[in-house]
């Protein structure tokens, strides 16, 4: 498979002013040759005219790369052709008569992973990078892409030998000039190893929030007004209001961007008792939204009783006292809150640079680059359960403390793909485009 030479579109299908064909393979530079552009100097922009079966496909800029200094780490060339559609479709017929194989999703990127040109952590940070839609996303991934996330993995791996290698010396010299006492030796290196890992895990969620989008509820009692604030933050007409309690019941979603960072916001039913069964799972569904939701804004209007949301808040939530045109809303036992009105606008940006701020605390760069995928996490609470145990056995069973280590060891591996990558591979490169 990998000895096939590939190739595909670069850039987004359709019209455009450029559309770049790129390849990778060991046919490379014979296929340039057959389209008649032979000996195109490495590493230099060259014009040169393409052409197959004597037909004149285009006038193009070609960049050729030679293995393994190149991206994929094999002879590679890129095709800037003229945007038009019947010059991409008459340049990927000559290659695909040529032998050249359309390219699989990720397949570019895949192989520059087989080639070591990077490493899986790396290879993921490429995908997040394409699909970054906020700054915030786009930073991470980049920092990802230089290998910070690797590095300190990289880092946990050799603290982890370092101790692996003090247990093993002890257990195959143990009469020797050895020091007996491995809760002196290692043990000072693992405990410090795993409070980088529970370090690492407890800010795991925030990676994965600057990916997948912070979570944002809104909830109280019906007539409150969520529906019209969901309206007013994401700027259009998206939910039902009525002045019926009872109007909203499924949960509404929508992806919206607040200081630079992605958020998902979701309009909920009201949180009452109530025989419809239709309504009684829009609650349900409602209260579990809150619960996993990273935020909670708790609107309440003028009258309502201060009920739910001093009884389900979680500390941080905030109290939204809507209808502010109308009356006051009395305090919310324990949560801060904020005065506004959907009708008139007022204290809107208020709580719209509120939530900036609050996402800039949770989300912002901190001192561990973030786990970004479930996957990482998975593997790093692993690993982190294995050292614990191994700390617990230092002492009593040294053999078993080692094999604890193999495994913490096994699991960061898995994370930068330096060993188990067969059964994941697909599952990561999947999800790439065509052409990365
Ligand atoms: N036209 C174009 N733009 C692009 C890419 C590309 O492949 N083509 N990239 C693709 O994602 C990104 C840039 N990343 C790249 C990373 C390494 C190499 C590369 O060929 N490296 C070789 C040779 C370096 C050199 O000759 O200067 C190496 O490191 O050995 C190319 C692009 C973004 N922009
Ligand atoms: N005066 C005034 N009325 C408002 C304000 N915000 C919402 N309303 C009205 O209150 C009623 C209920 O608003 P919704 O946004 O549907 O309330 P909800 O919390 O989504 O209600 P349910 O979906 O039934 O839980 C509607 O008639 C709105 O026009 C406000 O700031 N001032
Ligand atoms: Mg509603």
């Known amino acids: ?98 032998g050249v194989r359309p390219a699989e999703p990720g397949e570019f990127t895949r192989r520059a992973f087989q080639n070591g040109r990077m490493d899986l952590a790396q290879a993921e940070a490429v995908a997040d990078l394409i699909d970054a839609e906020t700054a915030a996303q786009a930073r991470q991934a980049l920092g990802q892409l230089e290998g910070k996330l690797s590095e300190t993995y990289i880092g946990f791996r050799r603290d982890l030998l370092h101790a692996l290698a003090l247990i093993e010396a002890e257990i195959d010299f143990p009469d020797e000039e050895v020091p007996d006492n491995l809760a002196r030796t290692a043990g000072p290196v693992l405990v410090r190893l795993a409070e980088d890992l529970r370090r690492a895990v407890d800010t795991g969620r925030r ?116 209808k502010a045109d109308v009356g006051t809303v009395t305090a919310t036992r324990g949560l801060d809150s904020l005065t506004v009105s959907t009708q008139t606008g007022q204290g809107l940006p208020d709580l719209h640079d509120w939530i900036a701020a609050r996402l800039a605390r949770d989300l912002s760069g901190a001192d561990f680059p973030a786990i970004t995928r479930e996957r990482h996490r998975l593997r790093l609470t692993e690993a982190l359960a294995a050292v614990e145990a191994a700390l617990a056995a230092l002492d009593v069973a040294p053999e078993m403390a080692g094999d604890d280590l193999r495994r913490a060891a096994e699991a960061l591996s898995r994370v930068t793909g330096a060993i188990g990558v067969e059964d994941i591979l697909g599952q990561v490169f999947s999800t790439f485009c065509i052409g990365k």
């Open 1 to 98: 498979m990998t000895n096939d030479t590939i190739f595909a579109i670069a850039t987004p299908p359709g019209r455009g002013a450029i559309a770049v064909i790129r390849l990778s393979g060991p046919q490379v530079e014979a296929t340039l040759t057959a389209l008649g552009a032979p000996k195109v100097k490495p590493r230099m922009a060259s014009v040169r005219d393409l052409t197959h079966g004597g037909a004149h496909i285009d006038q193009a800029l070609i960049l050729r790369f030679v293995g393994p200094h190149s991206y994929t780490g094999e002879d590679s060339a890129e095709l800037h052709l003229h945007g038009g559609r019947a010059v991409v479709e008459a340049a990927s017929s000559a290659l695909i008569a040529l």
């Open 207 to 322: 990676g994965e929030r600057v990916r997948d989008g912070y979570r944002i509820v809104l909830i109280g009692e019906t007539n409150a007004g969520k529906s019209s604030l969901f309206n007013a933050l994401v700027a259009r007409e998206a939910a039902i209001v009525t002045p019926i309690a009872g109007t909203t019941r499924d949960v509404l979603d929508a992806d919206l961007v607040i200081g630079g960072y992605a958020v998902t916001l979701s309009d909920t039913a009201g949180l009452r008792d109530s025989d419809d069964p239709v309504e009684a799972e829009g609650v349900r569904r409602a209260r579990l939204r809150a619960e996993q939701a990273d935020l909670r804004l708790w609107v309440r209007a003028p009258g309502d009783p201060e009920g739910v949301a001093a009884d389900y808040a979680q500390s941080g939530d905030l109290v939204i006292a809507n």
